[in-house]
């Protein structure tokens, strides 16, 4: 089985059955993203407790990168400190705009290095990349809050 075909197998996994879509009534903040270039939609509900990413819940439609990505994303963040997903985003930013030519750190990105392939075609990195930047608006009107 080649590693592309298996990228997709896991992608479609996700979007078959997504981790955390559902809105959790627990939250610190609660941001809702659009995608204009094609209509993606998500919300997503983030919670801190004790310095630690508690809660990463989501609902959302869209393509299945857009929701196969907000999966993943929410799965792994969920139980890391900030700077551990700050350096989680990062990466998957890295591997997004690497138009194809990086594989990405499987031992920080876990399943989404899946997304690699994606990072081929512009038109989808927007997709990959929505949940992720609701993720990083949520965190940052976190931060705000707490000055």
Known sequence: ????????????????????????????VQVHHVNPSCGDEITLNLSLNNGVIANVSWD???????????????????GKSPEEATQILESFMELMQSKGTSKGDEALLEDAVAFAGVSKYPARIKC??????AYKDAFLQIQGKSK
Not at 13 to 28: A, G
Not at 60 to 78: N, P, R, T, W
């Open 128 to 133: 990959a990349l929505l949940g992720w930047m």
């Open 1 to 28: 089985m080649n590693l592309d075909h298996l990228y997709q197998e896991v992608i479609l996994d996700h979007y078959k059955h997504p981790e955390n879509k559902q809105l959790s009534i627990d939250k610190d």
């Open 60 to 78: 959302g439609e869209g393509c299945s990168i857009s929701m196969a990505s907000a999966s993943v994303m929410s799965g792994l963040l969920q």
